[in-house]
């Protein structure tokens, strides 16, 4: 496994971090298969993984308050003789807050739940403009103390923002040390950008990379077009390896977190980031990468990667699987294909056509989706179930 130096926190991380939001489940509950995670999270660690990411509403069975059941889970493995073996890091619900007491309370329920006393890197979850702007006053103070009396050795924040918002929330704390950002071919120019991962290395912040594979939607059902593009490239890369080595080509990226849900695909992961290094891409085949990211984006329906922060929709709208259903249609330029798999696979009350447009999904989307405008044209797209029945 090849190391990198996470910033100014001096930490040698792995390249390939493990992101626990993808654990193998048992149900749709968000019940973790332990036996599975259990194989997954030592293999990782064996092999020389040594962070690993969570959150306080990773896996949850009751989104209404967005607490999950990954960080009882990652408690209990580690307190197995593996915590001592990573960094853990995991993220404050930003969007729960509603009162100073909120942020204690959610540390030391997160404390409790990970069976630990300390926490590595301890992010601000999701701090969208409105989140940040709501609770930046009051979280400075938190994160001084909690610095103070040794419950968290660095702090951060994850962020699916634009470039003068990311710059905001660093110019109004001198103690950030780790920043968890969106990036992958496609998002060169979305949110911060490479712009921001630049800025981000210039003033020595650590950085940790989600959203590698774009919710799966770069190495799952790639048109032959894209596969034709690819197989030009001066070395023949598998679609993993494409989306892997990019980033790891670049000295602006520190650690890039895989939400793996099978050992086969750790596996795959770990073997590519043990070659993969910074300036290995030919310039040839950076350029190539640039022009498939073109193509993709002429082919997409919209931004969703699946995280389901937009989950339970009051009127019972599987919002999630309507977007993965149409962004497919879109990028296979296959409709009818995948209004069987939409049909097929979702109940009529999750279908698209029952949103009622009440909008309070908006606030949790990191992509920032007008999800009911989205929504309706899936609904334009696929029409009524016996359109194709």
């Known amino acids: 496994m090849l190391y990198r130096e996470l910033g100014k926190t001096k930490e ?79 993220k404050l619900p930003s969007w729960l807050i509603r009162k100073k007491e909120d942020f204690n309370f959610y540390l030391e329920e997160q404390l409790k ?25 009051d979280v400075i103070e938190f994160m001084d103390r909690i610095l103070e009396d040794g419950l968290v050795k660095h702090v951060g924040f994850s962020s699916h923002t634009e470039f003068d918002i990311l710059i905001d929330i660093l110019d109004s704390y001198d103690k950030w040390e780790v920043a968890l950002t969106q ?39 790639i048109p032959d077009n894209i596969m034709k ?34 050992l086969e695909q750790l596996k795959n992961n770990i073997e590519i980031s043990n070659k993969s290094k910074i300036n290995s891409i030919s ?21 969703c990667t699946g995280c389901n922060y937009c989950m339970p929709c009051s009127e019972g709208v599987n919002i999630p699987e309507c977007f993965k259903e149409y962004n497919i249609a879109k990028m296979l330029n296959n409709p009818s294909a995948s209004a069987m798999q939409y049909f097929s696979l979702l109940g009529y009350k999750e279908l698209a056509g029952n949103c009622n447009n009440c909008k309070e999904c908006i606030e949790y989307c990191p992509q920032m989706i007008n999800i009911p405008e989205e929504l309706d044209k899936v609904q334009k797209l696929f029409g009524d179930e016996f359109d194709h029945f």
């Open 113 to 137: 739940r990970l069976q630990t006393d300390k926490i590595d890197i301890y992010l601000l979850h999701n701090l969208t403009e409105t989140h940040w702007n709501r609770i930046k006053v």
């Open 12 to 90: 040698k991380v792995s390249i390939l971090g493990l992101g626990a939001m993808r654990l193998p489940t048992i149900n749709s509950n968000g019940n973790i298969d332990k036996t599975k995670a259990t194989e997954l999270l030592s293999y990782g660690i064996d092999n020389g993984i040594n962070l690993i990411d969570t959150a306080y509403s990773y896996h949850a069975d009751n989104f209404s308050d967005r607490s999950g059941n990954c960080e009882p889970f990652l408690g209990e493995f580690l307190s197995t003789g593996y915590r001592e073996k990573v960094l853990l890091s995991t």
């Open 283 to 303: 310039d040839n085949d950076l350029k190539l990468i640039k022009n498939v990211a073109k193509e993709y984006r002429l082919q997409k329906g919209n931004e």
């Open 229 to 262: 593009m690819w197989n030009t490239s001066d070395i023949k890369r598998t679609p993993v390896e494409w989306a892997l080595e990019y980033l790891w080509n670049m000295e602006s990226v520190d650690c890039v977190l895989s939400g793996v849900t099978t």
């Open 183 to 221: 990036m992958n071919f496609i998002d060169e120019n979305y949110q911060i950008g490479l712009e921001g991962l630049k800025y981000l290395k210039n003033i020595n912040m650590g950085n940790m990379i989600m959203e590698p594979l774009r919710g799966g939607r770069l190495v799952q059902n």
